[in-house]
């Protein structure tokens, strides 16, 4: 990728969740591009542009371990908050002994991985009263002051591994340079996870049940689904698994 | 890749109809206890009794029935030529609500009558008469039905074989049904096959046979609260699988969890294995993880045992596993452990796909790890295993079944299948116990070798028996006090309290405090013991010495030892202490020096 970025990240404990073990959960083997968007957002985003993520490059051996934690089974209540707003005397805790639950977590541990990922730009402006830019200006004004964040730390909120407990520890790659060498195991090189989650479809729906922040449209979120596939080096070329996950057949 | 995998799996299983009983898409396995008999001369019914008598108790027949499940609910559901003695004939064994099981018959017979213009099919509209001709107070005519009120009944024409439901033209409406009714739940795309299909609100049948979890069946995959539900979606949207995957992966996971060579208990995880397609190891694999005692194993059992044993026995000792497994190596091997948790789901507790061949070595692995000079060889009456099982390892962890830390079996089955470090945990707990009860057995011997010898930066190898050129002190010390003790035996006989219960706990935790102590309490035992024999006070004085200074001398007695040398000090103790009993056992029993004797 001629304008793309490079970053090593790495943690201690990482939980990328299966969507269809949610309740108890279980995590993929390795990260989602999800995941990875979230790491970079964390760093750097405005809404002018988006993250693509490009590649993932697994670094270490797939580790489990498993821990038991107690949790509530109730959310907030958006009802009884529009409520509150309008002065009603409404009780917005969640009591807790009566709304427990010991939830199970299988998790990844001890996880490295290299992204490789670029911008497409959805706004010319650079910032929201600048004047427009051309594609190259733009993109590099963006990338640039991603490097010099992710040189420096700087972060809008602690990057997270699938969920927020699991913080994540990064390091700038510049371009020219190659990650470290990846530990991980011969017998999980050249292997197809099968289907795995990509990312987040928002799509508009007037029935929808999320709401955009900035223009209150109404969207939907769909689940988009590729099927991944581990090379030989440990790397998870994303825009070819997207492209050939459904010319197989299924199974 | 778990839901993937059972998805895979429910191809083979149904191609195996012998083993399992797997239902078909749109059907399922259902307990019958009554029959209802349809006579059509008088267009009545009368009831039967279904169950298997030929036990002690009597056993209900399950059969394939069309319909996935008795749905749960309070709702009143009628199911299609199969339901409960509420539903079929309105009446309920000690019937708390007699008004209710009027309503769920009527609504059964409605649903039925309601059919009949459809199906055209004689059989049906016999049924139909019938249930037009019978009422819920006609039950009171069969004392019987108590009996078999907790069941479900289906129909049969007098005088045929066949039951109502298996006969073809219904079979062939109700196939088309089901490809009808697929279309009404809400579109997506599966994460399972990724095609564009219906998608579950519910995973039927639900997953029976998990210990802890809910008897009736449980879920993994169930979103039975707002906290588990994301971005507004209620329930099977959370994680799209369409319906016939679903069903598949329901099926293929209760199946295995039916059959008992698929399933073991390790701890408190329910677990089952399979291979992709059927192997002989597949059938091997439960006799030794979980193998009966000696005496309760059928000759059958025996021989699988005895093959198990001969290639882990070949591949520990360097083969390759294309030689010595019968089956092909690169077929791939699956473990699932599975627990019930709180709130009636299923959590997994470890998950975990690789090849048969890999999965052996592994194997072989970890036995050769574990491998320790026998305490009890194979003459004695209760001999140690030479591949101790699973929950042999880890009954050493606590007094009583039941104080083993339940989560330890899924992280030693972890560590086993990917050949990773033991947990610390498992040698804390032994080091525990044998500081506890001061009995260091075979067992606890092994398991302290293996988690010595695969922790990284293990810088000595853990030898099999006592060797005497092994540097470490604590290993040293263990041996010193395993001599020590045997000159207390000697001296005094057996008593109450000797060393080893007074002392073990504080020698192998503070060495320094304690072995000057012993040494000066041995000098009585020693002039005590030989008294009889001079040679014996040389030879083991020799003994002693040999300890102390060899390979190099040992500078000091450390003032404290952590876990791991408090391991080391263990395995020295069971090493020298087999080493000195076994000399006993051979004709110079008095252990005079030959080279003092002239």
């Known amino acids: 990728m001629a304008y793309g970025i490079k970053l090593h990240v790495w943690g201690e404990y990482a939980c990328f969740t299966r969507p269809e073990m949610k309740a108890e959960r279980v995590s993929y083997d390795v990260m989602t591009p999800s995941a990875a968007r979230g790491i970079l957002e964390a760093i750097y985003w405005k809404p002018q542009f988006s993250w693509k993520i490009d590649r993932i490059h697994v670094l270490s051996p797939i580790r489990w371990t498993s821990i038991r934690r107690n949790e509530v089974k109730s959310k907030a209540s958006i009802a009884n908050s529009k409520k509150a707003i309008n002065g009603a005397d409404i009780d917005l805790g969640i009591q807790v002994e009566s709304a427990r639950q010991q939830r199970a977590s299988l998790l990844l541990r001890d996880v490295a991985y290299g992204i490789e990922a670029h911008i497409e730009i959805r706004d010319y402006r650079f910032e929201k009263s600048g004047s427009k830019l051309s594609e190259t200006e733009c993109v590099g004004k963006h990338l640039s002051c991603f490097q010099r964040r992710a040189e420096s730390g700087g972060h809008f909120h602690q990057p997270y591994f699938g969920t927020r407990e699991f913080p994540v520890s990064f390091k700038w790659i510049d371009q020219s340079d190659e990650f470290p060498e990846s530990t991980l195991e011969a017998k999980d090189r050249e292997k197809d996870l099968g289907f795995m989650l990509h990312d987040l479809d928002f799509v508009e729906n007037p029935k929808g049940k999320i709401i955009e922040s900035n223009r209150g449209r109404r969207l939907d979120a769909q689940p988009r689904f590729y099927r991944a596939f581990i090379d030989n080096a440990g790397v998870i070329d994303v825009n070819h698994c997207l492209e050939t996950s459904f010319s197989q057949t299924a199974l | ?598």
């Open chain 2, 1 to 598: 890749m778990i839901l993937q995998a059972l998805n895979d799996l429910h191809s083979r299983l149904i191609a195996e109809e012998k083993t399992y009983k797997i239902a078909p898409d749109g059907f399922s396995v259902q307990k019958i206890t009554f029959l209802v008999v349809l006579d059509p001369g008088s267009e009545t019914w009368s009831i039967m009794d279904f169950q298997d008598r030929s036990g002690k108790k009597p056993r209900s027949k399950t059969l394939l029935v069309p319909g996935k499940g008795k749905p749960p609910g309070s709702g009143i559901t009628p199911c299609f030529l199969w339901d409960n003695t509420g539903y079929l004939l309105g009446y309920k064994k000690d019937d708390p609500k007699p008004e209710r099981s009027v309503e769920t018959f009527e609504a059964s017979r409605a649903y039925h009558l309601g059919l009949e213009k459809e199906i055209s099919d004689d059989g049906f509209s016999l049924l139909c008469r019938c249930f037009e001709n019978w009422s819920p107070e006609q039950a009171s005519e069969y004392p019987d039905l108590n009996e078999v009120a907790t069941g479900f009944g289906i129909f049969q024409i007098r005088g045929e074989t066949e039951f109502l439901h298996n006969r073809a033209p219904i079979q062939k409406w109700w196939s088309n049904q089901m490809e009808s009714s697929e279309t009404a739940a809400e579109m997506g795309i599966c994460l399972i096959t990724g095609e564009l299909r219906p998608i579950a609100e519910l995973h039927e049948p639900k997953i029976k046979g998990v210990k802890d979890a809910q008897g009736a069946g449980a879920l993994i995959v169930s979103y039975n609260a707002d906290a588990y539900e994301s971005f507004g979606k209620k329930s099977g949207m959370n994680g799209p699988v369409s319906e016939g995957a679903a069903q598949r992966y329901s099926k293929s996971l209760n199946a295995l969890l039916a059959t008992d060579k698929h399933r073991i208990q390790v701890g408190d995880a329910t677990t089952v294995f399979w291979t992709e397609k059927p192997t002989a190891s597949e059938d091997c694999l439960k006799q030794w993880f979980e193998g009966a005692a000696e005496k309760d194993q059928s000759a059958q059992d025996k021989a699988l045992l005895q093959s198990m044993e001969n290639a882990v026995r070949r591949l520990s000792e360097g083969g390759s596993p294309e030689n010595i497994l019968e089956d092909d190596p690169k077929t791939r091997f699956f473990i699932l452990g599975l627990t019930g948790q709180a709130g009636g789901r299923i959590g997994v507790r470890f998950w975990h796909q690789s090849t048969l061949g890999e999965f052996m070595e592994k194997l072989a692995q970890h036995h050769a790890d574990l491998k320790i000079e026998r305490q009890w060889g194979d003459g004695a009456k209760r001999p140690d295993p030479e591949f101790p099982k699973i929950w042999q390892l880890l009954r050493q962890t606590g007094r009583e079944s039941k104080d083993v830390p339940p989560n330890l079996a899924g992280t030693l089955m972890r560590s086993i299948l990917d050949g990773t470090p033991y947990p610390q945990l498992l040698a804390n707990a032994v080091v525990n116990r044998i500081r506890a009860d001061r009995e260091i057995n075979y067992l606890r011997a092994a398991i302290l070798k293996g988690w010595l010898t695969r922790l990284p930066n293990a810088k000595h190898t853990i030898p099999m028996t006592y060797d005497k050129t092994k540097p470490d002190p604590s290993y040293r010390l263990g041996a010193l006090f395993a001599v020590l003790e045997k000159t207390q035996q000697d001296a005094l006989g057996d008593i109450n309290a000797g060393i080893r219960d007074r002392f073990y706990a504080s020698a192998s935790a503070t060495p320094a405090s304690v072995f000057p102590r012993l040494l000066r309490t041995y000098q009585h035992h020693l002039s005590k013991a030989s008294s009889q024999n001079k040679g014996y006070q040389i030879y083991r004085e020799r003994e002693v010495q040999s300890i102390l200074a060899e390979p190099e001398p040992l500078p000091e007695f450390p003032s404290h030892l952590n876990l791991r040398d408090q391991g080391l000090f263990a395995i020295g103790f069971y090493h020298k202490r087999t080493d000195l009993w076994r000399k006993k056992d051979s004709p110079e029993s008095k252990e005079p020096d030959p080279e003092t004797t002239n």
